[in-house]
């Protein structure tokens, strides 16, 4: 069974910077897509960013140039090091993993002050 495991959300000013970490653990496909959505209250959930097993990465137009994306694979661990934080940044921020199903993390909160 796979599990998703993020850790790194909490209090962070504007124009800060904060890191996120998501462990996996189970059975998992060597092929595969590690990424993040977040979901602000009142709002759905969106898409973030990727990153595939073999370094193919992609962003939202909202997050490209400040975060970025990186994935450890012998460790099965993806990273999301958020700079540049911005008022609309807050959220929980959810781990996805996609090998041959798709799976969530619980989230971790991620809060912005100004």
């Known amino acids: 069974q796979v599990q998703l495991v993020e850790s790194g959300g909490g209090l962070v000013q504007a124009g800060g910077s904060l890191r996120l970490s998501c462990a996996a653990s189970?059975?998992?496909?060597?092929?595969?897509?590690m990424g993040w959505y977040r979901q602000a209250p009142g709002k759905q959930r969106e898409y973030v960013a990727g990153i595939s097993s073999s370094g193919s990465i992609n962003y939202a137009d909202s997050v490209r140039g400040r975060f970025t994306i990186s994935r450890d694979n012998a460790k099965k661990t993806v990273y999301l090091q958020m700079n540049s934080v911005k008022p609309e940044d807050p959220a929980v921020y959810y781990c996805t993993l996609r090998a041959g199903g798709s799976y969530w993390g619980q989230g971790t909160q991620v809060t912005v002050s100004s």
């Open positions: 189970g059975s998992i496909f060597s092929a595969n897509i």
